[in-house]
Structures are given as structure tokens and as C-alpha cells.
């Protein structure tokens, strides 16, 4: 970079790596002799930041070299600093070269060129583009044509030539996610890789048919994987059902076909890799030899095949799915855990090995260790819809199944722009009437009577921990503003849902939580309860699985306290 730093700012960056990603903790120190009202500092990175830092936001501007150059400025509680004074802001990332498993973040690591000249400003910085938001689901469908310009990707999803190309919907329309597509080379759909669209639902559907079962939408996928702990949260917020029914039909329609006999996890690196570089009739033949006898037929019958190497193509860290919503924490064997075995997908950098993380081209190594078995029921069960630790599809026709009603396939293969904006968004969680705490009993972790009573609960996963607070307006009237406020060991991982986290680093591994209410939480009814969440990466150990109480979430000696 060739503006130089401005004396009066002092920036150190340190933080935590962890694996696949890291957690960077920047430091402003004002040494100006004067109050400051605004900052801004400019860097380059090879990473892929998140879009949602703490006490700051952040813009990113995608360079010619593969690199982002980013802009941090103050927000919120980290916009001033006073004279003298130092704010620590801090942002989550994926690694977009490899930094290790563990470790210290530095300014060695986190930016491209340490020795250039960074630019710390003590005003804000000149408008660039703002990080990529969640498209709206009223966003259109492909075009035929595939333009780099509709997804601002830079290059060809490679499905030109589809008759009904037009009719399907990207994956991106119900949003994306930390700030990256999270695919090889600089996040380029490189080596046929494509991007994920509801094409995907055709497949699954049509192997639906195969086996005897009857259509299904969106939502009904999606809410079977929120039900079975195949998410990152427990429940679903925005447009989540549908971003997350995709994502995982594709996955049941890439394995689920294969004959239980004949699964091993090279068939899938085979076969994707002949898919996206080689000849549809190789694709045909694979499935001929590995899948369940009669379903090469039963794809040609019903003019399934382009479909079918289509989905085959599509990339599963496409739009950041994988990561921001499909991080499944279900543990599997004791040894992996279901984003583990999701990674049978995703192939190295040359296509040639599965169960990979082509961002790093190293092995997803714990889901090497789960037995062959319980990996292919566990995506038949994404196809049955049933429990993916079970035995699914057990009974699979040796012959050609009776195909889904015509009019059940055409509802999911022409996904128009209209349906895209009618699909049903879940309501956030019902509010239930909650019985009146009596005004002589203490709020149990609060320790003091009030008009909110605060109760925690929530998942406990591998490293971290979905937070669910429930909130009671325990008062007569109406709260349309209310926060909180508690000190923990845990660090927030930057998802909330119907609150807004404010988080200050105390030091000791201590953090200052403020929580308030943000659109459909900002209000709760007389006698009403609402519940809140976020996700959290764990300060200490809380072991993998189980229940988070307050107990836990707390630092010794807090409680929850009302602002």
C-alpha cells in the first residue's frame, strides 16, 4: 500500500488461531493528545474476514492479486477513543492460507505484507465496497447466461447450455455468509466447480422417487436438519429453512445413490472430478457400476442425467452455507462430528482425494475415522429424511420405482422468482405466556427482583456453545426496550439472532457482555417470554456436547444484570 501511516494512531494485532480460522483482537491506541470521535484502518489480507467484527465495521475492497483490502472503523461503543486512551475491536476469520491448527495470531499472519505501509486513520476512511450482505429472497433467479456480474464472483458457474437454466434459483439468494464462498484458489468456482442452486432439488427429489417417497420442498429438508443438530443454531432465523433444505439436498443427491455394498469415499471424488472435467457417459457408467441397481435407468427414464451431473459439479463451501448454517455438530462414532462427514464432498485443489478442505488441501482427518457403514446411512438418511445416524433406505427397489407426480416435479424444477419471494420464513421463536414470577422471589440469576426474569440455556459443541436466553417481562406493562448485561470466559463468535452483542475484552480471558433486544426482540408482551441467542467460542473447556446453564456461561462471581 503507498499511503504512509499518520503519526498520533498506534495498531497491534494479536488474537487466537484455531482450526480453519482465527480470532483477531485489534488494538487502537490514540497517542493525537486530542479526543477522537472517529477511526479508520486499511490493511490487506489473503483471509476471509467476517462480515459482523465487534466494535467496528468493516468494508472490503477485492484486489487483482487475490487479495482484500479491508477497511476497520469504530462503531458503536469502539467508534471514540479518548486522548491517550486504547479500544480493542476484533473480528473472526477463515484462513485463506494456511496458519496452522493452533497458535498466536500477529500482524505477520494476519496481513499480506507486514513490511508495507499500513493506513490508520484518524477519520474515517474513503467509502470502498461494503462486504457482500444476504440477498433478499425476492432476488432473481439465474439467468441463462450466468453472468459474473448477477453473484460478483468474477468468473463462469460453468452450467451454460441448460435448457432450464432460467428456472433455477442460487443458493445465494437466501444469503451468504462470512463475507467468503470458502472455495479453492482465491474463492473461484475453478475446475468446473459450480455454484449450488435449487437444480439440486430436482436430483433429490428424483432419487426420492427411486426409493418409493413422495417430493418434498425446501423447508422440508431444511427443518428436518435444524431437527436433527445438523446446524450451527439450534433453531432458524431469516430465510435459514430454505439456504439450509438446499444445501443439504444436494448433499443426499450427490451419495445418497450409492449401493451400501459398494460405498467408499474415493467414489465421490471420482465421480465429481469426472462430472466437472470429464465425460457425461464416464458419469453414467460410474453410477451404473456403484449405485443401486436400476437407478442409472430410472435417471435416463425420466430425463434426470444433465441434473444429475450438474449437481454432481456444484461446490459445497459455495455461498458459505457450509460454514455459517450447515456446521452440523451431531457427534458420530465419538470420533467426528456430522461437518466431518459433510467434508466427504468438498475435494482437494487437484480433485483426486475426497473428505477434504480444498481451501487449506488437507484431509478432514476425524472423518477418515467413522466406518464406511454409517457414512452412507447418514446421507441416505438426508434423503429419507430420517434419523442419519440410522439405517435408512434400507429397501431400495432392485427396479425402476414409480416416479414422483408430474406435477410434484414440476413445482420444484421450475423455482421462478415469484416462489423464491413467497417461500414461508419462519416466525421467530412463539412467545408463551410465562406465569408471573411472585415479586418476593429473587430472579435466580440476577439475584434480585425486577421486571425481566433472565433464564440461560442453550447447546454445548465441539469448541463453543449456542446461547439461548429466554427473557420474562415479569412487570404490567409493555417493554419495547430492554438489556442486559454479564462478564464471561467465552468469546462471541459474531451470530446473533433477535439481539445485538456488544462485547468488551476485560483481560484475564474475561469479557464484558451487553445484550439488547434487536428487531423481533426488541419488545416483550405483560406476562410474555421471548428467547434470544448467539454463538460463542469457548474460553475454557466445556467438553463437546451436553446442555450450557448460566453456571457456565458465567464468569464466577457474575450474574445477569439489567441496563
Do not use: C
Not at 501511516?5 to 482465527?22: K, T
Amino acid at each position: 500500500m503507498n499511503a504512509l501511516n499518520p503519526a498520533g494512531l498506534d495498531v497491534n494485532i494479536a488474537g487466537n488461531i484455531w482450526w480453519g480460522g482465527f480470532t483477531a483482537e485489534v488494538t487502537i491506541t490514540n497517542t493525537t493528545g486530542r479526543d477522537l470521535d472517529a477511526w479508520s484502518y486499511t490493511f490487506d489480507s489473503p483471509h476471509q474476514l467476517n462480515s459482523a467484527p465487534w466494535g467496528a465495521q468493516l468494508e472490503a475492497e477485492s484486489l487483482e492479486n487475490g487479495l482484500t483490502r479491508y477497511t476497520l472503523s469504530g462503531n458503536s461503543w469502539g467508534a471514540a477513543i479518548p486522548a491517550g486512551g486504547s479500544i480493542t475491536v476484533g473480528f473472526n476469520g477463515q484462513q485463506g492460507v494456511a496458519l496452522g491448527q493452533s497458535g498466536s495470531l500477529s500482524a505477520d499472519l494476519l496481513l499480506a505484507d507486514p513490511q508495507a505501509p499500513l493506513v490508520v486513520e484518524p477519520s474515517p476512511a474513503p467509502e470502498v465496497v461494503a462486504l457482500p450482505a444476504a440477498a433478499s429472497p425476492e432476488a432473481s433467479t439465474m439467468d441463462q447466461a450466468h453472468s459474473s456480474a448477477d453473484h460478483g464472483l468474477g468468473h463462469d458457474h460453468g452450467m451454460d447450455g441448460s435448457s432450464a437454466a432460467a428456472t433455477y434459483t442460487d443458493i445465494t439468494t437466501w444469503g451468504t455468509f462470512h463475507g467468503s464462498n470458502n472455495n479453492s484458489e482465491h474463492n473461484e468456482l475453478v475446475g468446473g466447480r459450480t455454484a449450488i442452486t435449487t437444480e439440486a432439488l430436482v436430483v433429490y427429489n428424483g432419487l426420492r422417487a427411486f426409493a418409493g417417497l413422495e417430493a418434498v420442498g425446501l423447508e422440508a429438508v431444511g427443518e428436518w436438519a435444524f431437527s436433527q443438530g445438523l446446524t450451527n443454531n439450534s433453531q432458524a432465523w431469516g430465510n435459514d429453512i430454505q439456504g439450509v433444505g438446499l444445501w443439504y439436498a444436494m448433499q443426499g443427491a450427490k451419495v445418497g445413490w450409492i449401493a451400501d455394498g459398494a460405498y467408499d469415499p474415493q467414489i465421490l471424488a471420482d465421480i465429481q472430478r469426472t462430472a466437472r472435467l470429464g465425460d457425461p457417459a464416464d458419469v453414467m457408467a460410474m453410477v451404473e457400476q456403484y449405485g443401486h441397481e436400476g437407478f442409472v435407468e430410472h435417471l435416463r427414464q425420466f430425463s434426470l442425467e444433465e441434473a444429475f451431473i450438474n449437481t454432481l459439479k456444484m461446490e459445497p463451501h459455495y455461498g458459505g452455507w457450509m460454514h455459517g448454517r450447515t456446521h452440523g455438530f451431531l457427534e458420530i462414532e465419538g470420533v467426528a462430528i456430522a461437518h466431518d462427514i459433510n467434508h466427504l464432498t468438498v475435494l482437494g485443489w487437484d480433485q483426486s482425494q475426497p473428505f477434504m478442505n480444498d481451501t487449506f488441501d488437507w484431509p478432514q482427518w476425524p472423518a477418515l475415522d467413522v466406518s464406511d457403514a454409517t457414512v452412507i446411512n447418514y446421507y441416505q438418511g438426508i434423503v429419507s429424511l430420517g434419523d442419519p445416524l440410522g439405517a435408512n433406505l434400507e429397501s431400495l427397489p432392485a427396479a425402476l420405482a414409480a416416479p414422483a407426480p408430474a406435477a410434484a416435479l414440476e413445482e420444484v424444477q421450475a423455482v421462478p422468482e415469484a416462489s423464491a419471494s413467497e417461500v414461508v420464513v419462519p416466525e421467530a421463536q412463539p412467545i408463551a405466556p410465562a406465569a408471573p414470577a411472585a415479586e418476593s422471589t429473587p430472579d435466580p440469576i440476577t439475584g434480585a427482583g425486577g421486571a425481566v426474569d433472565v433464564a440461560v440455556s442453550g447447546d454445548l459443541w465441539w469448541g463453543g456453545f449456542t446461547a439461548e436466553i429466554t427473557l420474562t417481562n415479569d412487570s404490567q406493562q409493555r417493554i419495547d426496550e430492554w438489556a442486559v448485561s454479564f462478564t464471561s470466559a467465552h468469546r462471541f463468535y459474531g451470530e446473533a439472532w433477535g439481539v445485538d452483542v456488544v462485547t468488551e475484552a476485560l483481560g484475564e480471558g474475561l469479557y464484558r457482555y451487553e445484550l439488547s433486544g434487536a428487531d423481533w426482540g426488541r419488545s416483550i408482551g405483560v406476562g410474555q417470554s421471548m428467547t434470544v441467542g448467539f454463538n460463542a467460542l469457548s474460553g475454557e473447556d466445556l467438553g463437546r456436547q451436553g446442555e450450557l446453564s448460566a453456571d457456565l456461561l458465567l464468569a464466577e462471581g457474575s450474574s445477569i444484570t439489567p441496563l
